[in-house]
């Protein structure tokens, strides 16, 4: 009897087991926020659409005094529909209209998909509220690490699931990429190694920072000093020259008093010459006949 008791509990497990092994899987981690008031009643639902039906495929909700509640919702498809639907609602609305997204294209490959999600519970039309994508993260990523050593908490990880809500993706990953910092600096959290390897990787980054800082440190000073002593060398270049056209000048003073000189002699004697014989009658009258 035990021993049927035991085949019939194996045969089970089995059959649940190959049944599960091929579903299709959809998980949202989702953050509700109220600015203004606490959230209190809260309530997140995916949803199947057929095109004769619509019905749950999984749903989460409670109540809370917060302005942030953490949510994750999960299920598995047994049945491709359509599409999906994810909703959300609080007693925070002051809209009629509650936060969803309609139409979310359905991928049933027996895989695992996963979105991240933020809702302003009272402005539905905020898509980029950077406060609720911080908790969001930092909730997500304590959960992560703490119950499954952040093997979901990787970068390339997240980039996919905030692709999954292709309009809001950039602001997803900031929001990771404001979280990671602040959780890593929690008391124990450095110790995953999630937070080991973005230590490590900061630490390379501001070494190769300090390092290209001193090196085009030392370029800049190089070049500084060799402009100075350019501009010193062609300085001195240039009085030099100016020194040699000055004495050019001393000695074409020179010449023109040479010059000068030479002109005083050229011109016609007057006079007597000193020591000169002194002319006879007979030259006197020779003298005269020139006229």
Partial sequence: MRLLIVLVVVFGLFIATCQSSGDTTYKFSIAMHCPSKELGLWRATIWNIYSDSTYPLAEAGGTTSDKFKFIEVEGFLTKKPNSLRLSSYSNCNSEPEFPEDVGIPVQYDEGHHYGFRVYNMENIKDLTDSAAYEYLFMMYLGK?????????????????????????????????DDALPKYCQKDGSSAHSLCSEYISTTSSTKMILIIGGAVGAIIILVLAIAIFFYCRKKKKSKQNMTGTMSGSGTISGTTKQSTATNNFNTGAPTGTPTGAPIPTGAEATAGAQRY
Avoid: I, P, T
Avoid at 149 to 166: P, Q, T
């Fill in 144 to 176: 992560d690490c703490l119950m499954n050593g952040c093997k979901e908490s990787s970068r390339d990880y997240v980039a996919k699931g905030c692709d999954f809500f292709k309009n809001e993706a950039s602001q997803c990953m900031k929001g990771y």
